[in-house]
């Protein structure tokens, strides 16, 4: 039988045992869990998991290995990979390299061979917090005095946002939209460029004078990690281009958009994570199921003093989901339409952009 010879620790002293895989190095993060069955590899490179180690809560991870397509951006980030049962030999005939081979070339340690599901329902009960990976041999009051030392950077949005903006052109482009990137997924570029788009992707600091100067027909706000206060940039942006542009925002955007109208948000106990997250549309009054991955919620109390409406609800937890402002063209979702858990149930929000950039 195979011998542990990695372990991860929690801040208030829980250790797990398992098996190295990816990067061998010691790195501290905010543990969370994601419930989705397929789609490890759009996590691993989801810049929102930014500072953060993922337990996935499928028992089987790593069996169909990583390919060259799929991935959500070029240089992942994530904190670090806890799983229960890897697969070292994938099947699958696209696949270009294993996930272990894929983790260790970008800098990333894993573990495998962990009780997941112990693991999962103690992060349910305690809440999200601090995690060490670490060697087998350090001892749980080296680790402890790690943990209690070591603060997580607020630095993550500056950490994954673009230096300098880029272009994703499309065949007979019959728009203009500029993409504030805090953590933008590629395929949310591809559903813009799938309907006509050219997309300019920018710097989440770019000024309000440089997205004028691109002449835009419309304004889109990305997701990305940590807590969307301090991204005061983007927030101070919303609120002078709010009512010039169609805008639309996902994930962290959606918060952005919320608190550039005077609502405000606040951190869930573990979080929204995974593709099977039923939200209720209000104006149609259907549930669809939703793909998502946030920390934080925007507060409902605090949008009755703003001119935004809800438009979306979490079935499961009543959280906002959604909210909209018809006269300034702006909405937004915390959830991931560009994801698709189902058949393309969510892909009208790019629609409804579409149509209120029609709206002059």
């Not at 149930?345 to 209120?356: R, V």
Request: hydrophobic letters at 30%; glycine letters at 8%.
């Amino acid at each position: 039988m195979k011998e542990y010879n990695k372990k991860i620790v929690l801040e208030d002293g829980e250790e797990y045992l398992g098996y190295g895989l990816g990067a061998n190095k010691e790195r501290i993060c905010e543990i969370v869990f994601n419930t989705s069955m397929v789609g490890y590899q759009e996590i691993v490179s989801d810049p929102s998991y930014t500072y953060q180690m993922v337990v996935m809560t499928y028992p089987l991870i790593g069996n169909y290995g990583i390919t060259d397509d799929d991935y959500e951006t070029k240089q992942p980030t994530i904190g670090g990979l806890i799983v229960r049962e890897y697969n070292a030999i994938p099947s699958n005939f696209r696949y270009t390299k294993t996930l272990s081979e894929y983790l260790e070339e970008n800098n990333i340690p894993a573990i495998a061979g962990v009780d997941t599901r112990k693991l999962t329902r103690s992060i349910r009960e305690k809440g999200s917090r601090k995690v060490l990976i670490t060697d087998i041999k350090t001892t749980k009051q080296e680790a402890l005095k790690k943990l209690k030392e070591y603060e997580i950077p607020k630095d993550a949005v500056s950490k994954v946002s673009c230096k300098k903006k880029w272009y994703s052109r499309t065949a007979n482009p019959m728009y203009n939209i500029v993409a504030i990137d805090c953590g933008i997924k590629l395929n949310i570029v591809r559903s813009l460029n799938k309907r006509g788009c050219n997309v300019t992707v920018v710097p989440y600091h770019t000024t309000k004078e440089e997205i004028i100067d691109l002449k835009p027909d419309g304004i889109f706000l990305s997701n990305g990690p940590g807590n969307p206060e301090e991204v005061t940039q983007v927030v101070q942006l919303v609120k002078e281009l709010k009512g010039k542009y169609p805008i639309f925002g996902i994930c962290l955007g959606h918060q952005m958009i919320s608190l550039a109208y005077g609502a405000k948000t606040y951190k869930l106990k573990f979080g929204h994570r995974g593709g099977n997250h039923p939200v209720l549309n209000i104006q149609t009054d259907k549930i669809e199921m939703t793909s998502q991955n946030h920390s934080y919620a925007v507060e409902e109390e605090s949008l009755k003093k703003t001119d935004l409406t809800i438009t979306h609800r979490n079935v499961l937890d009543h959280t906002v989901e959604g909210v909209e402002c018809k006269k300034d063209r702006i909405f937004s979702v915390q959830y991931h339409p560009e994801s698709a858990p189902g058949p393309q149930d969510s892909g009208y929000l790019f629609d409804k952009f579409i149509d209120y950039i029609k709206t002059k």
